[in-house]
Protein backbone atom coordinates (compact mmCIF):
# COMPACT_ATOMS: atom_id res chain seq x y z
CA UNK A 1 0.00 0.00 0.00
CA UNK A 2 2.47 2.63 -0.78
CA UNK A 3 2.03 5.83 -2.71
CA UNK A 4 3.89 6.17 -5.73
CA UNK A 5 6.41 8.50 -5.70
CA UNK A 6 4.81 10.88 -8.21
CA UNK A 7 1.97 11.74 -5.64
CA UNK A 8 4.15 12.79 -3.06
CA UNK A 9 4.82 16.56 -3.11
CA UNK A 10 8.50 17.45 -3.38
CA UNK A 11 9.45 20.13 -1.37
CA UNK A 12 10.81 21.98 -4.47
CA UNK A 13 7.17 22.14 -5.57
CA UNK A 14 4.91 24.82 -7.81
CA UNK A 15 4.25 26.42 -4.51
CA UNK A 16 7.88 28.88 -4.00
CA UNK A 17 7.50 29.24 -8.36
CA UNK A 18 3.84 30.51 -8.05
CA UNK A 19 5.46 33.82 -5.74
CA UNK A 20 8.13 33.90 -7.55
CA UNK A 21 6.86 36.45 -10.31
CA UNK A 22 5.18 38.62 -7.23
CA UNK A 23 8.41 38.83 -5.57
CA UNK A 24 10.63 39.92 -8.67
CA UNK A 25 7.32 42.48 -9.75
CA UNK A 26 7.42 43.59 -5.88
CA UNK A 27 11.52 44.24 -6.47
CA UNK A 28 11.36 45.98 -9.91
CA UNK A 29 9.10 48.31 -8.47
CA UNK A 30 10.10 51.46 -6.54
CA UNK A 31 8.93 53.02 -3.31
CA UNK A 32 6.61 55.67 -3.48
CA UNK A 33 8.72 57.97 -1.78
CA UNK A 34 11.40 57.51 -4.21
CA UNK A 35 9.74 58.65 -7.58
CA UNK A 36 8.28 61.60 -8.86
CA UNK A 37 10.31 63.92 -6.10
CA UNK A 38 10.59 66.92 -8.18
CA UNK A 39 6.94 66.74 -9.13
CA UNK A 40 5.85 66.04 -5.61
CA UNK A 41 8.07 68.95 -4.37
CA UNK A 42 6.51 71.66 -6.48
CA UNK A 43 3.13 69.84 -5.50
CA UNK A 44 3.76 70.23 -1.74
CA UNK A 45 5.34 74.07 -2.48
CA UNK A 46 2.03 75.10 -4.00
CA UNK A 47 -0.13 74.49 -1.89
CA UNK A 48 1.54 75.38 1.00
CA UNK A 49 2.56 78.60 -0.10
CA UNK A 50 -0.50 79.25 -2.29
CA UNK A 51 -2.49 82.48 -1.12
CA UNK A 52 -5.58 81.43 -3.18
CA UNK A 53 -8.70 80.95 -0.96
CA UNK A 54 -8.72 77.45 -2.56
CA UNK A 55 -4.79 75.99 -3.03
CA UNK A 56 -6.21 72.97 -4.49
CA UNK A 57 -7.64 74.94 -7.42
CA UNK A 58 -5.10 76.89 -7.49
CA UNK A 59 -2.71 74.18 -7.69
CA UNK A 60 -4.25 72.06 -10.29
CA UNK A 61 -1.97 71.14 -12.65
CA UNK A 62 0.89 70.55 -10.60
CA UNK A 63 -1.30 68.02 -8.61
CA UNK A 64 -2.53 66.45 -12.02
CA UNK A 65 1.40 65.91 -12.97
CA UNK A 66 2.39 64.72 -9.76
CA UNK A 67 -0.22 62.61 -10.06
CA UNK A 68 0.40 61.03 -13.83
CA UNK A 69 3.94 60.91 -12.98
CA UNK A 70 3.23 58.17 -9.63
CA UNK A 71 0.83 56.30 -12.42
CA UNK A 72 3.48 55.86 -14.39
CA UNK A 73 5.15 54.02 -11.81
CA UNK A 74 1.59 52.07 -10.75
CA UNK A 75 0.39 53.92 -8.10
CA UNK A 76 -2.67 55.44 -7.34
CA UNK A 77 -3.17 58.62 -6.23
Known amino acids: MAT???QIPSIGSSAPAATAPQATEAASK??????????????DECMLFSTAADPQKDCLSTIEQYRRCMAGFGFKV
Open 4 to 6: PAA
Open 30 to 43: PKPCCVCKEEKSKR
